[in-house]
T-cell receptor
Framework: AQTVTQSQPEMSVQEAETVTLSCTYD???????LFWYKQPPSRQMILVIR????KQQNATENRFSVNFQKAAKSFSLKISDSQLGDAAMYFC????????????WGAGTKLIIKP | GAGVSQSPSNKVTEKGKDVELRCDPI?????LYWYRQSLGQGLEFLIY????????KSGLPSDRFSAERTGGSVSTLTIQRTQQEDSAVYLC???????????????FGPGTRLTVL
């Protein structure tokens, strides 16, 4: 069975600095999708960025980028130029390419932005 | 609609009462999901619908929990004889359900915070 591990329960960063949130996963599959979701205090789970396992190129969305290391089964999220609005819980999730519903979730990392 | 909506936003109930939580998915999305999130925890999968059918109910924690979906749209999660351990945020998500296009990303509603006294 697949598992997703986020080893940092909490991270803090100074506003305008860069922070990296880690995520590792365990799978025997070769084709899958990886996601980072953000959950601010409003509770709304918001998709931040996603990556297809068969793509070598790391996904980028404005200030958010990933470092996808397939062999190491690592999928870290880098937030550049951190802003106060980035403060939230960040969840990493895995989905098999064969399944359209079974998202496997990490436990989350709480990101604190210091002004 | 523009996004996934859920109602009520907050629900406080007494132990032993029944509650119904509603989810209205994005228009055209055939797949719908219910999750439970306890305080400070990750998401726990409850049930998945494809159209009106629920191929996977394995996450429902007990027979007090049930869900239905009608017309391939609105879904209701019902918890009978609520217990204090049912207190949590219940999140609903929907997706296009079209696995062939690859992503089938799940989009979430704002959740219902259930408090059982």
């Amino acid at each position: 069975a697949q598992t997703v591990t986020q080893s940092q329960p909490e991270m803090s960063v100074q506003e305008a600095e860069t922070v990296t949130l880690s995520c590792t996963y365990d799978t025997s599959e070769s084709d899958y999708y990886l996601f980072w979701y953000k959950q601010p205090p409003s509770r709304q789970m918001i998709l931040v960025i996603r990556q297809e396992a068969y793509k070598q190129q790391n996904a980028t969305e404005n200030r958010f980028s990933v470092n996808f290391q397939k062999a190491a089964k690592s999928f870290s999220l880098k937030i550049s130029d951190s802003q106060l609005g980035d403060a939230a819980m960040y969840f990493c999730a895995y989905r098999s390419a064969d399944s359209n519903y079974q998202l496997i979730w990490g436990a989350g990392t709480k990101l604190i932005i210091k002004p | 609609g523009a996004g996934v909506s859920q109602s009520p936003s907050n629900k406080v109930t007494e132990k032993g009462k029944d509650v119904e939580l509603r989810c209205d998915p994005i228009s055209g999305h055939t797949a719908l999901y219910w999750y439970r999130q306890s305080l400070g925890q990750g998401l726990e999968f409850l049930i998945y619908f494809q159209g009106n059918s629920a191929p996977d109910k394995s996450g429902l924690p007990s027979d007090r929990f049930s869900a239905e979906r009608t017309g391939g749209s609105v879904s209701t999660l019902t918890i009978q004889r609520t217990q204090q351990e049912d207190s949590a945020v219940y999140l609903c998500a929907s997706s296009s359900g079209m696995l062939a296009v690859g992503w089938d990303t799940q989009y979430f509603g704002p959740g219902t915070r259930l408090t059982v006294l």
